[in-house]
């Protein structure tokens, strides 16, 4: 018996690969231990338990950093857990990426929760538990765990924009997600399942009894490009994950969700689920649909054209600032799906295009949605360009953050965006995307337009004697602290942009 | 006579399409809700399907966590249909339209 039980034991530590995870497990902990600290405490201690949650995350971060240089190395995709997740240079890239998020986040979301009567706690945790959830669905490398890691994500959406259970704003634009969220997954597992059941079927060549793994997957879809169902499948897949980015025509729930989640939550919302989905796709165009470019390039230019010009036309009339958000946000996923079509038709340096890009999304969003927090009224989904006038008068350092961070979305030369673009347009046009790009530089120039209506409205506005009332609240030591970083990330990005060493 | 995975897929592809049309129609909350479910019914019924017919035990083991995760989703879905009636003593979409204003 204790043969066995040794045998058990060795085979078991030999296998044992939970250290992989590590920040994931922490994570996890972490928002669970968020419970446990908010039971405990009195009640005038609970403000602490968003300290906590900041403090260790952070602690998980630098964890994940020590992991990243020091484990072992990236170059190649390393399966583990048998072939359900596999880790690579761009999967430790996007941990600590997703990781930044969740502390922006945590940290925004203290400042907007100090002005709402709404619980706390609860908020921490799922946004911790959501940033665990990313992580390990752009690691997973079979079917069965993407479904799984992005239900743990969507589901713990629903309730964050949903959280605000005092506005009607915000439960409508819960069930919106929520609606068109459960529809994406219906029809991403339709075309997993026609995926599964073709690669599966003993009948044709290559076929696998592991379908539903990547690399399996891959090698059935080089053999078998013209089939039907593989092509729905195929269609259907990209399809759901198209809702999750946002992309034309699965863009109808961005607005108003954008809109009426808490702040905090839109921009966690639009930066950190946006990239999720890209980095999905990617791994998707270059791993298992790798053999299905011709047909996957001429759909998804079609959808990135009309990305990029409904997002931009439709933001250039709009007067809400999260609903502009919004409709812009829609807008860089179309630039962004330019990279992933350079990577689809073989240029496979874009993949560091599009991740350098996103990177710099995050900085300048995050820059804005800051500033948007800070200087929110108590009604959080009314937020109008005109309540920004004079608004660099009275808050001078919120002004310049606001305007750096809307520059670099824009793509005004000396900050991050701007390279972030050259490198996407670059890619493209080496992938001879000639006709796209046209649309996508006419975008960028439709986008200057409202992002500097915004940045005039702020500095330039004396034509109204009236001082508006002030809800703006002033930014502590910390805060600028905070700012600042994003701001000066934005501009180091722009002059040194190998500072982020993911090109080669 | 043996009934063919043809059959089944039909049934299957029947069924999504009728949750679609569903989900894209109708106008209370709930009834959109019953057709998502129906939706993920039609996938679980063609896994289930493919998974015999292919002799592998995956397709069997995926249905157990697409209903986990259903049971989720609809947990949290009513929580928030109830809370919004309450503010609004509606659960028709045409009549949710605070937002986009």
């Known amino acids: 018996m204790n043969e066995?039980?040794?045998?058990?034991?060795?085979?078991?530590?030999?296998?044992?690969?939970?250290?992989?995870?590590?920040?994931?497990?922490?994570?996890?902990?972490?928002?669970?231990?968020?419970?446990?600290?908010?039971?405990?405490?009195?009640?005038?201690?609970?403000?602490?338990?968003?300290?906590?949650?900041?403090?260790?995350?952070?602690?998980?971060?630098?964890?994940?950093?020590?992991?990243?240089?020091?484990?072992?190395?990236?170059?190649?995709?390393?399966?583990?857990?048998?072939?359900?997740?596999?880790?690579?240079?761009?999967?430790?890239?996007?941990?600590?990426?997703?990781?930044?998020?969740?502390?922006?986040?945590?940290?925004?979301g203290g400042i907007y929760l100090e002005r709402q009567p709404l619980a706390r706690t609860e908020f921490h945790h799922?946004?911790?538990?959501?940033?665990?959830?990313?992580?390990?669905?752009?690691?997973?490398?079979?079917?069965?765990?993407?479904?799984?890691?992005?239900?743990?994500?969507?589901?713990?959406?629903?309730?964050?924009?949903?959280?605000?259970?005092?506005?009607?704003?915000?439960?409508?634009?819960?069930?919106?997600?929520?609606?068109?969220?459960?529809?994406?997954?219906?029809?991403?597992?339709?075309?997993?399942?026609?995926?599964?059941?073709?690669?599966?079927?003993?009948?044709?060549?290559?076929s696998s009894s592991d379908s539903l793994q990547y690399s399996a997957l891959a090698e059935f879809i080089s053999l078998h490009d013209g089939n039907l169902l593989v092509r729905l499948g195929a269609l259907l897949v990209v399809a759901g994950i198209c809702f999750k980015i946002g992309a034309v025509p699965f863009q109808i729930w961005v607005p108003d969700v954008y809109q009426g989640a808490p702040t905090p939550v839109t921009s966690f919302l639009a930066v950190a689920s946006k990239a999720a989905g890209f980095v999905v796709l990617l791994q998707l165009v270059?791993?298992?649909?790798?053999?299905?470019?011709?047909?996957?390039?001429?759909?998804?230019?079609?959808?990135?054209?009309?990305?990029?010009?409904?997002?931009?036309?439709?933001?250039?009339?709009?007067?809400?600032?999260?609903?502009?958000?919004?409709?812009?946000?829609?807008?860089?996923?179309?630039?962004?799906?330019?990279?992933?079509?350079?990577?689809?038709?073989?240029?496979?340096?874009?993949?560091?295009?599009?991740?350098?890009?996103?990177?710099?999304?995050?900085?300048?969003?995050?820059?804005?949605?800051?500033?948007?927090?800070?200087?929110?009224?108590?009604?959080?989904?009314?937020?109008?360009?005109?309540?920004?006038?004079?608004?660099?008068?009275?808050?001078?350092?919120?002004?310049?953050?606001?305007?750096?961070?809307?520059?670099?979305l824009a793509g005004i030369p000396p900050l991050g965006g701007f390279i972030g673009k050259l490198f996407l347009f670059i890619a493209a046009f080496q992938a001879g995307l000639y006709g796209l790009l046209g649309v996508a530089i006419l975008g960028v120039v439709i986008s200057i337009y409202y992002y500097f209506g915004w940045i005039r409205e702020a500095f330039f506005s004396h034509y109204n004697e009236t001082v508006p009332t002030k809800t703006a609240i002033l930014p502590s030591m910390r805060d600028r602290l905070l700012l600042g970083f994003l701001a000066a990330a934005s501009l180091l990005l722009g002059l040194y942009p190998a500072a982020l060493s993911l090109l080669p | 006579?043996?009934?063919?995975?043809?059959?089944?897929?039909?049934?299957?592809?029947?069924?999504?399409?009728?949750?679609?049309?569903?989900?894209?129609?109708?106008?209370?909350?709930?009834?959109?809700?019953?057709?998502?479910?129906?939706?993920?019914?039609?996938?679980?019924?063609?896994?289930?399907?493919?998974?015999r017919y292919n002799n592998t035990m995956d397709g069997n083991l995926f249905v157990f966590f697409i209903i986990t995760v259903a049971a989720a989703e609809v947990a949290v879905g009513l929580a928030i249909i109830v809370a919004l009636y309450r503010r609004r003593q509606t659960v028709l979409v045409n009549e949710l339209n605070s937002l986009s204003r």
Not at chain 1, 86 to 93: A, L
Not at chain 1, 327 to 336: D, E, F, Q, R, V
Request: glycine share 10%; with cysteine.
């Open chain 1, 286 to 408: 270059q791993g298992p649909f790798a053999g299905l470019g011709a047909l996957l390039v001429p759909v998804l230019s079609i959808v990135a054209a009309v990305t990029i010009l409904f997002g931009n036309c439709a933001a250039v009339v709009q007067g809400n600032l999260k609903r502009l958000m919004g409709l812009s946000g829609i807008a860089h996923a179309g630039y962004l799906l330019l990279g992933v079509i350079a990577v689809a038709s073989g240029v496979a340096w874009a993949e560091g295009a599009v991740l350098f890009y996103l990177f710099t999304y995050l900085l300048g969003s995050f820059a804005v949605f800051a500033v948007m927090t800070f200087a929110a009224g108590t009604d959080d989904t009314d937020q109008q360009i005109s309540h920004y006038q004079d608004f660099a008068k009275e808050q001078p350092f919120l002004g310049g953050v606001l305007a750096i961070g809307l520059g670099s």
């Open chain 1, 126 to 206: 799922l946004v911790l538990l959501v940033a665990a959830g990313m992580m390990l669905l752009v690691q997973s490398a079979h079917f069965v765990m993407l479904f799984v890691a992005l239900e743990t994500v969507t589901v713990a959406f629903y309730v964050l924009v949903a959280y605000g259970r005092n506005s009607v704003g915000s439960l409508e634009a819960g069930l919106k997600y929520l609606i068109m969220g459960a529809l994406s997954s219906a029809i991403l597992l339709f075309g997993i399942v026609l995926l599964y059941g073709v690669a599966g079927n003993p009948a044709l060549a290559a």
């Open chain 2, 1 to 51: 006579m043996t009934v063919g995975i043809n059959a089944f897929l039909l049934v299957a592809g029947w069924l999504f399409a009728i949750g679609l049309l569903g989900v894209l129609l109708r106008k209370n909350t709930l009834v959109i809700y019953m057709s998502l479910e129906l939706m993920l019914n039609a996938v679980n019924l063609a896994l289930v399907a493919f998974s």
């Open chain 1, 4 to 108: 066995i039980l040794a045998e058990f034991l060795r085979g078991y530590t030999a296998t044992n690969q939970w250290l992989a995870i590590l920040p994931e497990i922490l994570l996890a902990l972490l928002a669970l231990s968020l419970l446990a600290v908010e039971m405990a405490s009195p009640k005038a201690a609970r403000a602490q338990v968003g300290r906590v949650a900041f403090y260790g995350q952070l602690f998980i971060l630098a964890v994940c950093l020590i992991g990243c240089f020091t484990g072992p190395a990236t170059t190649g995709a390393e399966p583990l857990f048998s072939g359900m997740i596999e880790q690579s240079g761009t999967t430790q890239f996007m941990r600590v990426f997703f990781l930044l998020c969740s502390l922006f986040v945590s940290y925004l």
